[in-house]
């Protein structure tokens, strides 16, 4: 007897589709270079743009601001390269942007916020608090995405090394 599958037919096929979980990978791993990097130019102001919020002292504000590009930066690379670890940092900065812009929206910060451009411009419909919000959002449903992936697919704790596409297969067992 066969075994009913519980899912939709496409629903399976985007679930086993390697190049769907590759994809999202890269966006992600992408942006999260590219925010970094946009941070790395001029660093001083995302520390005032981090400071606006007013959730961290100046003096932490101002040692994220130095460090947190080059933790983006460095998790995306290991997302595009799919080295463990880095969706997990991934998951972890972004709720945490989550949690920063929720607490400005809910006390009514009208700000650019700092992901992607550090530069002190009035906020448009694209750089303010909510659009990132919803943003932020639809980043953690292509996290969500990247770890069903895996679990569907037995690699939970097993992402691929970086060096997977340049080893030669096997020669082994044939003859």
Known sequence: MRKKELLPRTVRRIRDARVVYCGVRVLLGALFVFAGLTKMQDIPAFAASIDSYGILPTALSGLTAHVLPFVEVGAGIGLIADIRGSLGVITAMNAIFLVFLARGIA?????????????????????????????DVMFMGLIAYAYWWRRANGAVLRPLSALVFFRRPSTRGTS
Do not use: N, Q, V
């Open 107 to 135: 006390i009514g910060l009208d700000i650019a916020c700092g992901c992607f451009s550090t530069a002190p411009t009035e906020p448009s419909f694209f750089s303010g608090m909510r659009w990132a919000f919803a943003r």
